[in-house]
């Protein structure tokens, strides 16, 4: 069974870029048609589909967010890795890494076999 782990500092300065990984075990992030995402949930709120990396390498990103997110993948590590620039205190969230078959957008739980357990990233000076 495929297991994702996030890790990464759990507090950021405003206009600083975040940077979180996502190691996974119990599979490869290379295997067919499986995409890795990047989802996250403020306080308060729910959950925002960021971003995605495919098992082919290739990327896609939230409209909202594309201009300050970049995902990409060490293979050699099985860990595919976030970076939010400029963050603001409206960054402040529970990030989440999870894996789907195919594309997927919708950020609601059911829609992915497996999620990392989700780190606490807060944004403040």
């Known amino acids: 069974q495929v297991q994702l782990q996030e890790s990464g500092p759990g507090l950021v300065k405003p206009s600083q870029t975040l940077s979180l990984t996502c190691t996974v075990s119990?599979?490869?992030?290379?295997?067919?048609?499986?995409?890795w995402s990047w989802i996250r949930q403020p306080p308060g709120k729910g959950l925002e589909w960021m971003g995605a990396?495919?098992?082919?390498?290739?990327?896609y990103y939230s409209p909202s967010l594309k201009s300050r997110t970049s995902i990409s993948r060490d293979t050699s590590k099985n860990q595919f890795t976030l970076q939010l620039s400029s963050v603001t205190p409206e960054d402040t969230a529970v990030y989440y890494c999870?894996?789907?078959?195919?594309?997927?957008?919708?950020?609601?739980?059911?829609?992915?076999?497996?999620w990392g357990q989700g780190t606490q990233v807060t944004v403040s000076s």
């Open positions: 999870a894996r789907g078959y195919g594309l997927v957008v919708d950020p609601s739980r059911d829609k992915y076999d497996s």
């Open positions: 990396i495919a098992y082919s390498g290739s990327t």
């Open positions: 119990g599979g490869s992030i290379t295997d067919d048609y499986y995409y």
